[in-house]
């Protein structure tokens, strides 16, 4: 569902589009200027008064910052599927203070503790909600861990909302499918992250992950496009402090030798990993088998192996 801002900001982009394109129909000029403050579109050239009484769709007060508009806003945050809840309901606030900022009586500290409790309660009603509330903590943890936008975390609840309607979860751990529904969704939008970086900061084993992402992504037809080697190249030779020459250089060998289909059935993360070894070699800004295979969590053997097989496709000696 596409959120009202977004949808204002679409209107508001077509609407200046159309300005652009006006003319007037006094002189023919396009040079038309757009009067906040009178609500008018006016002829630079001629002065005529083209349109008025145009609305302004923005608050009617007025913010410098930030902060002073999230102040000053009567709305809420949109609904987000990160939360049980959608982030619908209410919360208490914990701090036990009143409107202005005063400390409450002892009686009523244990009053609001007890509303506090009842309104957890009610906001988890049943096992399913239980269920939910602790898988998608668990993937806002993960995903904060890994650096990873906010689109990916509201992706892998999605993925975890129809796992858990499916009755995809029975027989398999909470932490096992949310986990895999994060992955699911790095996959789904472009965010190169690997299975091992995914199992480094979750609470199951990486062989629990990769059969269990294999088992969702089949029974609820997620389509994923085949991870390009390419996307990790960026991130890696940041991480080794390598110039942009190598980087580039990484890429035309991945480029050249996926062309030749050596590619196909490899581990995309390896792959890059190689291309950087031997584009730092080509590059002379040597870095040892040892340091991009700790970078890339991959073994040197899979670098050593990979990288063979790239020079001898691209017909560089050793």
């Given at each position: 569902m596409t959120r009202p801002t977004r949808t204002r900001e679409r209107e508001q982009e077509s609407e200046s589009e159309q300005e652009q394109t006006r003319v007037c129909p006094e002189c023919g000029s396009d040079?038309?200027?757009?009067?906040?403050?009178?609500?008018?579109?006016?002829?630079?050239?001629?002065?005529?008064?083209?349109?008025?009484?145009?609305?302004?769709?923005?608050p009617e007060w007025r913010a410098f910052n930030h902060s002073e508009r999230q102040n000053k806003s009567r709305v809420g945050?949109?609904?987000?599927?990160?939360?049980?809840?959608?982030?619908?309901t209410t919360t208490i606030d914990w701090k036990d203070k009143d409107a202005y900022g005063r400390s409450i009586s002892s009686k009523k500290r244990s009053?609001?503790?007890?509303?506090?409790?009842?309104?957890?309660?009610?906001?988890?009603?049943?096992a399913g909600e239980r269920n939910l509330q602790f898988a998608l903590s668990e993937i806002d943890r993960m995903a904060s861990a890994l650096g990873v936008p906010r689109s990916v975390r509201e992706v892998a609840s999605v993925i975890?909302?129809?796992?858990?309607s499916e009755d995809l979860i029975r027989g398999r751990s909470?932490?096992?499918?949310?986990?895999?529904?994060?992955?699911?969704?790095?996959?789904?939008?472009?965010?190169?992250?690997?299975?091992?970086?995914?199992?480094?900061?979750?609470r199951v084993e990486r062989k629990e992950?990769?059969?269990?992402?294999?088992?969702?992504?089949?029974?609820?037809?997620?389509?994923?496009?085949?991870?390009?080697?390419?996307?990790?190249?960026?991130?890696?030779?940041?991480?080794?402090?390598?110039?942009?020459?190598?980087?580039?250089?990484?890429n035309e060998i991945i480029t050249k030798t996926?062309?030749?289909?050596?590619?196909?059935?490899?581990?995309?993360?390896?792959?890059?990993?190689a291309a950087i070894y031997a584009a730092s070699l080509l590059c002379n800004e040597k870095k040892t088998q040892r340091e991009v295979a700790d970078v890339a969590q991959v073994t040197e053997v899979t670098i050593r192996n990979r990288y063979q097989e790239q020079i001898e496709a691209m017909g560089i000696h050793s």
């Open positions: 040079h038309l200027v757009k009067s906040t403050d009178r609500g008018e579109l006016v002829c630079d050239d001629c002065g005529l008064v083209v349109e008025e009484d145009k609305i302004d769709p923005g945050a949109p609904t987000t599927q990160t939360m049980h809840d959608k982030g619908l009053q609001m503790h007890r509303l506090r409790k009842w309104q957890e309660r009610i906001r988890t009603k049943d975890y909302r129809r796992a858990l909470i932490e096992g499918v949310a986990t895999s529904a994060l992955y699911a969704a790095c996959r789904k939008e472009g965010i190169p992250r690997s299975l091992e970086e995914i199992s480094e900061v979750s992950i990769g059969r269990t992402y294999r088992y969702i992504s089949q029974e609820l037809s997620l389509e994923m496009e085949p991870v390009d080697p390419k996307k990790y190249v960026p991130r890696f030779c940041s991480e080794l402090e390598l110039s942009e020459e190598v980087q580039s250089k990484a996926a062309e030749d289909g050596l590619l196909s059935g490899k581990s995309p993360t390896g792959y890059a990993a």
